[in-house]
């Protein structure tokens, strides 16, 4: 009895050991759970840093990108201005020297009324005014002036004399040695061209015009080597018919001065005689011509010495310096000798020279 009892108490001992341990292993379990949760609790939250990390470091990327970006944006935006920049400055450079780079809108009444008031000043300014070319009679001025052609009065005055002293008249050239000739106005530049004009326009005069000049444009304009340009001179000059010459000088100061922007001469020559009262064309003539010898330069006006600055819309293609301009100026406004080896009195400047002799081999 006491022996059951005894195995009996051991059984219920043995029983009661399974059930603390698998009470200890439960009660165990949970907190190994709750280890489980916050190990993936901590997971989470270094995950989220590390997305958060990679998001901001893909941010800063992108900023980085996009200042990148804006710095070549504003880079080549410089680049383009300079480049802009750079192409106005070289087409102001290419443009025509005699055309001005911006021109106030002028109505026509405005326009009539500066260019009037222009030639009054230049009339104060050249009171003296005259042609450049020595002549004595119509004959001797329109051979002077075919000879004129692409060289200056200074070359052709220097080189008549002995000219007309071999060849008085229109018969006499007309009976000339070309080669004779060629020789004598060899200085003058194209002398073989110049010859050849020279002989047709002499025979012509003795053939259709009795050995005289003719004193109307239609006639002029028919000898060989004389244009509309030769003819005004001759008729303005010699004949007292007014007439506007249209030389290279003269139609870049009507263009620089705003009056006109036509290129052809005849143009040119249309368009400012509705400006002018024909009783002004040979004198205005005469006035441009000595003003674009003497101050408006074709390469560099003397701007800072121009008696009409103030009314011209091109004033600040040239040198605009006072000091700098003076000594641009030419010819008696320089002070120096004219072109004409016989001045017209009330000439304020010195005689030209004549031409140096030529020294030939012996």
Request: overall charge positive; some cysteine; aromatic content about 6%.
């Amino acid at each position: 009895m006491t022996a059951k009892k005894s195995t009996s108490e051991a059984k219920k001992a043995e029983r009661a050991g399974h059930r603390t341990a698998a009470a200890a292993k439960k009660s165990a379990a949970p907190g190994k759970a709750s280890g489980s949760t916050s190990e993936k609790t901590a997971n989470a939250k270094k995950t989220t840093a590390a997305e958060k990390t990679a998001a901001g470091k893909s941010a800063a990327k992108k900023t980085t990108a996009k200042k990148t970006a804006a710095v070549k944006k504003t880079a080549a935006n410089k680049s383009t201005a300079k480049k802009t920049v750079a192409k106005k400055t070289a087409a102001k450079k290419t443009a025509a020297p005699e055309t001005p780079a911006v021109r106030k809108a002028e109505s026509r009444v405005a326009l009539v009324r500066r260019a009037r008031r222009m030639n009054r000043e230049l009339a104060e300014v050249y009171p003296y005014a005259h042609p450049e070319l020595d002549f004595r009679n119509p004959f001797e001025l329109l051979v002077a002036t075919v000879l004129s052609a692409q060289t200056t009065d200074l070359r052709v005055n220097q080189t008549t004399p002995a000219l007309f002293a071999a060849y008085p008249t229109p018969e006499d050239m007309a009976a000339a040695d070309p080669e004779a000739l060629e020789e004598l106005i060899r200085p003058t530049g194209f002398f073989r061209a110049k010859a050849k004009s020279l002989l047709g326009l002499s025979a012509a005069l003795r053939d259709r015009f009795g050995g005289e000049v003719p004193g109307r444009l239609e006639d002029l304009v028919t000898l060989p080597g004389v244009g509309r340009k030769t003819a005004n001179v001759v008729l303005g000059n010699a004949f007292g018919v007014p007439g506007l010459t249209v030389d290279t000088h003269f139609g870049r100061l009507v263009r620089r001065f705003g009056w006109t922007t036509q290129q052809d001469p005849e143009k040119v020559e249309a368009e400012i005689a509705e400006i002018f009262p024909k009783s002004e064309w040979t004198m205005l003539s005469h006035r441009l011509i000595f003003h674009g010898r003497r101050v408006c330069h074709s390469r560099k006006p003397a701007c800072g010495a121009c008696p009409v600055a103030p009314l011209c819309p091109s004033y600040g293609e040239g040198e605009t310096d006072p000091e700098k301009a003076k000594k641009l100026l030419k010819y008696e406004m320089g002070g120096k000798p004219g072109q004409r080896l016989r001045p017209p009195a009330g000439f304020p400047g010195e005689p030209a020279p004549p031409l140096a002799a030529r020294v030939t081999a012996g």
